[in-house]
């Protein structure tokens, strides 16, 4: 049998390696929880991103199954961000995002997420929440959008049967159907 090497023998007392050892299997802790973190969180507005947003949708999903009580999400996206960018740079949109996180963030209630679903969209998970609440919510949030823009929303509410992927794509196909009227006016093909 080979013997452990000398790292990894614990000392029978209490001394000076095996403090030092513990300080460091801490530190080696704090070092994973905060790469968890960072996997878990959008670098340029510091919100959840994807990977966060699906483990707590999951969560959220989970937990109104068994009380029974209401989820909504919401898809966000900023009208013509391309066009933002176009004109005024590309640190002016990432300034703009920001700025929409920021403000966006601060409409919404204790125990509600925002997340930034990817490029100029963001998503709203909204715990205890009815579709026609969600919108109220929404509605409070649209007018906060910074620097003169504008923002398409998708609502659906959890229907308690629906994987995660199925209502997200029905808050997504509401966002489409917002950005279908926004470039053809009311006709919808």
């Known amino acids: 049998m080979t013997p452990w090497p000398h790292w990894l023998r614990v000392p029978r007392r209490r001394g000076g390696r095996e403090a030092a050892l513990l300080r460091e299997v801490a530190a080696l802790k704090e070092e994973v929880d905060e790469l968890g973190r960072q996997a878990r969180t959008d670098p340029l507005t510091g919100l959840a991103n994807r990977r966060g947003w699906d483990e707590q949708l999951d969560r959220e999903l989970a937990q109104a ?59 709203a998970l909204l715990p205890d929440c009815s579709e026609d609440a969600a919108r109220e919510i929404i509605a409070r949030l649209t007018p906060t959008t910074p620097a003169q823009q504008s923002c398409g929303a998708g609502i659906a509410e959890w229907d308690g049967a629906e994987t995660s992927d199925e209502l997200v794509w029905r808050a997504d196909a509401e966002l489409l159907s917002h950005k279908r009227a926004r470039v053809y006016g009311d006709f919808h093909a």
């Open 65 to 123: 199954s068994r009380s029974g009580r209401p989820v909504s999400v919401a898809l966000l996206d900023l009208d013509d961000f391309k066009g933002f960018n176009d004109a005024h740079g590309h640190q002016a949109g990432d300034r703009l995002l920001v700025a929409a996180a920021a403000a966006w963030q601060g409409q919404l209630r204790d125990g509600d997420v925002l997340c930034r679903w990817g490029g100029d969209e963001f998503a």
